[in-house]
Nanobody, 120 residues
């Protein structure tokens, strides 16, 4: 059974930082693209960041310069370092895996999500 498990969410003040992790089990994702998405209440799930199997990164304009995606293939894990957090970053954050980088929610595998709340 393939599992993606996110961790690292929580409550932080505006301007603070959090680091999300997404550990995969059940198969190796070293040859897969990995992505992060988020969904705020009443809104659609939106793309945040993605990283290809070779390490090329992609970011939504809203997080560019503040968030950094990285991966450790030896640990089958992808990370999202979030700095200078804003209240509008509040959402449930989901990690995902797919055979190629896509900037929409058309990923094959999904985690259960972790809540990030940024207070003003």
């Amino acid at each position: 059974q393939v599992l993606l498990v996110e961790s690292g969410g929580g409550l932080v003040q505006a301007g603070g930082s959090l680091r999300l992790s997404c550990a995969a089990s059940g198969r190796t994702f070293s040859g897969y693209a990995r992505g992060w998405f988020r969904q705020a209440p009443g809104k659609e799930r939106e793309f945040v960041a993605a990283i290809s199997w070779s390490g090329t990164t992609y970011y939504a304009d809203s997080v560019k310069g503040r968030f950094t995606i990285s991966r450790d293939n030896a640990k089958n894990t992808v990370y999202l370092q979030m700095n200078s957090l804003k209240p509008e970053d509040t959402a449930v954050y989901y990690c995902a895996a797919h055979t190629a980088v896509v900037l929409t929610a058309r990923y094959d595998y999904w985690g259960q999500g972790t809540q990030v709340t940024v207070s003003s």
